[in-house]
């Protein structure tokens, strides 16, 4: 796949729902800011067969 995939994410601090745009080459943990309440992520970027898995805890 050569678009980039969206997740569509609850924020862990603030419970804002988010889509977070994954670069197709992306893979592993990272850090994101929330766009809302500005807070700190842990993402967790994950492929199984082609589908993106992805987690997001409180950083
Ligand atoms: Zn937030």
Redesign the pocket.
């Known amino acids: 796949m050569l678009e980039d995939d969206v997740a569509l994410l609850a ?6 729902a ?1 889509e977070l745009y994954v670069d197709p080459d992306t893979r592993g943990a990272m850090v994101e800011d ?6 700190p ?1 842990r993402v967790v970027v994950t492929r199984q067969g082609g589908e993106l898995v992805v987690s997001v805890d409180r950083a």
């Open positions: 924020c862990p601090w603030c419970g804002e988010i929330c766009e809302v309440c500005c807070r992520w």
